[in-house]
């Protein structure tokens, strides 16, 4: 959104300067957590408001409950919500792909 304000603040650029370190350790903490038993979940925040219904329609769908009205969709967006594996697997084509990981 061209119109948008953006914030940027002094963590924003130290972190910018470490994004290779970051994503590095991101890829090997999701190679070595991500299990069947304790499957990650990736929530793509470009568009905090998605993010968030998203994140919730996540947890709804992890936790059992009575009185579930099957009328309202609790099915995550695929472009929001990303699995663990599913991530590793683009990390790794980015990796092939081009040698490092891109944004």
Known sequence: DPLRQWKLSEV?????????????????????????????????SNDKHQ???NAMKVILNSVPYDRL????????????V???????EKMEAQRLGSGKFLA
């Open 12 to 44: 924003d650029v130290q972190a910018q300067e470490r994004w290779d370190e970051f994503t590095n350790v991101k890829y090997e903490m999701l190679k070595k957590t991500h299990t069947t038993h304790a499957p990650w979940k990736i929530i793509r």
């Open 51 to 53: 993010a968030r219904l």
């Open 69 to 80: 009205d099957d009328s309202l969709d609790f099915v995550p967006d695929p472009e929001i």
């Open 82 to 88: 990303i699995s663990g594996s599913r991530e590793l």
